[in-house]
């Protein structure tokens, strides 16, 4: 069996998936023209063809044509492929691959109308069970999803006193200054003083502000001992879900000129644009 049937191979899984050229390309770090030369009858490295099989969603057995070969558990495959990249695209390529997933596996006869050749794209998908969010391009790159069992999805948009206060203080630009200046860095705890130099805002209002943080457990305090008396430092609350939060605010407040796909398949799965 020679390497001209994986260029085939190739070709044929690349369809089904509805993957152009480049989109193949691009998942595995090679040119649209690399792609067109296997399908043309060249062949891939021998190396890459376990990065070939986990974007086509195939085993390497069946590169080669062997119809017989088992498919693999995608999860685990994921897992590894993901596992396997460098640090610095690792997350890049896990939401890239979530997009595609969704796009895929929802919303692929949007591909009729919309261009998803471009890089820069946003897919929004709601279902009754959850919906996912993701944002793709050179700049910056989100993805946000939620699963839940039939019927509790309502629940997640549902809101009470909690989410009022924890609105009602983020309205204020100072209240958000210290949120972002705390999340943008290395979790620490840092005293009042500190935070106050560091966003500009006096030192009361910003002890006001970090009270109310605590309060929603935004933050938590740590009282400190010093050669002065005591102190208050305040670190970010790591089990929070602000930072996706936050992201989204600005997505949702910002235009922008990127693609932008809505599916809502709510509706017995009849989705719309």
Sequence with gaps: MGYSIVGEQILKF???KGLTQRELGEAIGVSSSAVSQWESGGAPDISL?????????????ALFGRTEARREDMEETVGKYIASLPEET?????????????????????ADIVDFDSRDSEMIYIAKDGFVTAV?????????????????????LSWGEGVTRLFSTLSSPDALRVLSKLYSEAPKHRTVGVLAKLTGISPD????????FTELKLTEELELETEDGSTRAY??????????????????????SDIKIVADKRNYGKGGN
């Design 90 to 110: 690792c997350l890049e390529r896990l939401i890239s691959l979530m997009r595609r997933a969704a796009f895929s596996g929802c919303v692929q006869k949007a």
């Design 136 to 156: 793709l391009s050179g700049g910056q790159s989100f993805l946000s999803a939620a699963h839940c069992q039939e019927g509790v999805f309502a629940q997640l």
């Design 49 to 61: 063809l376990p990065a070939l099989s986990d974007i086509l969603g195939v085993t390497v057995d």
């Design 205 to 212: 209002e910003t002890e006001k502000i970090l009270q109310k």
């Design 235 to 256: 670190a970010v609350n790591l089990n929070r879900a602000i930072v996706p939060l936050l992201v989204s605010a600005r997505l949702t407040a910002e235009s922008s």
């Design 14 to 16: 690349r369809k089904e």
